[in-house]
């Protein structure tokens, strides 16, 4: 079963580059999607196949993933990119997604 | 354009049932499974289950088989969430997800707008 884990928290200032990391062993062999989470709005996806932008989504967002870690990485962050941020694989032995526990991103 | 709309706030009181429901629109309905995820109030996502709207398959997370029941009315594009026995930890605002991908790497490219169930007595 998969545990994929989050940083708590990421700070950055408007306009620097913010990386948000979601870890397990062997990440890099799974596709790992990412979704946004404005307070009291539903999710919204910004990245998914671990790279992939669905329409819509600015190109300051983009995803890695490799090895251990799958990245989420915001450049030239604004004020309206403040959110909670989940990565997603699907465990395909039990048929069901893994969320990370989610990692807040605060604009300074 | 896609659109998953869910039914309004509940208020339940411990050992009752409630029932939100999951309208889409926009696309082929039987198509593309659904997912029910949970919010607690301050918390992470929580995958509930999720159900085939091609054939009424259903997959629920360990925690929850015996409370909760997931169904379809594919004559009107919309998705059910039954959870039973309601707890005061089942407070929670609680999300549809429409699965996109290939067997065995989905993801959810369209989200509810949340339900809100409220258990209190």
């Known amino acids: 079963s998969y545990v994929l884990t989050q940083p708590p928290s990421v700070s950055v200032a408007p306009g620097q580059t913010a990386r948000i990391t979601c870890g397990e062993n062997n990440i890099g062999t799974k596709s790992v999607h990412w979704h946004q989470q404005k307070p009291g709005q539903a999710p919204v996806l910004v990245v998914y196949d671990d790279t992939a932008r669905p329409s819509g989504i600015p190109e300051r967002f983009s995803g890695s993933n490799s090895g251990n870690t799958a990245t989420l990485t915001i450049s030239r962050v604004e004020a309206g990119d403040e959110a909670d941020y989940y990565c997603q694989v699907w465990d395909s032995s039990s048929d069901h997604p893994v969320f990370g526990g989610g990692t807040k991103l605060t604009v300074l | 354009q896609v659109q998953l709309v869910q039914s309004g706030a509940e208020v339940k009181k411990p050992g009752t049932s409630v029932k939100v429901s999951c309208t889409a629109s926009?696309?082929?309905?039987?198509?593309?499974?659904i997912s029910w995820v949970r919010q607690a109030p301050g918390q992470g996502l929580e995958w509930m289950g999720w159900?085939?709207?091609?054939?009424?398959?259903?997959n629920y997370a360990l925690k929850l088989q015996g409370r909760v029941t997931m169904t379809t009315d594919t004559s009107t594009s919309t998705a059910y969430l039954e959870l039973t026995s309601l707890r005061s930890d089942d407070t929670a605002v609680y999300y549809c997800?429409?699965?996109?991908?290939?067997?065995?790497?989905?993801?959810?490219?369209?989200w509810g707008q949340g339900t809100l169930v409220t258990v209190s007595s």
């Open positions: 997800g429409r699965q996109q991908g290939d067997y065995g790497d989905y993801y959810f490219d369209y």
């Open positions: 926009g696309y082929s309905f039987t198509s593309y499974g």
């Open positions: 159900i085939s709207t091609y054939n009424g398959n259903t």
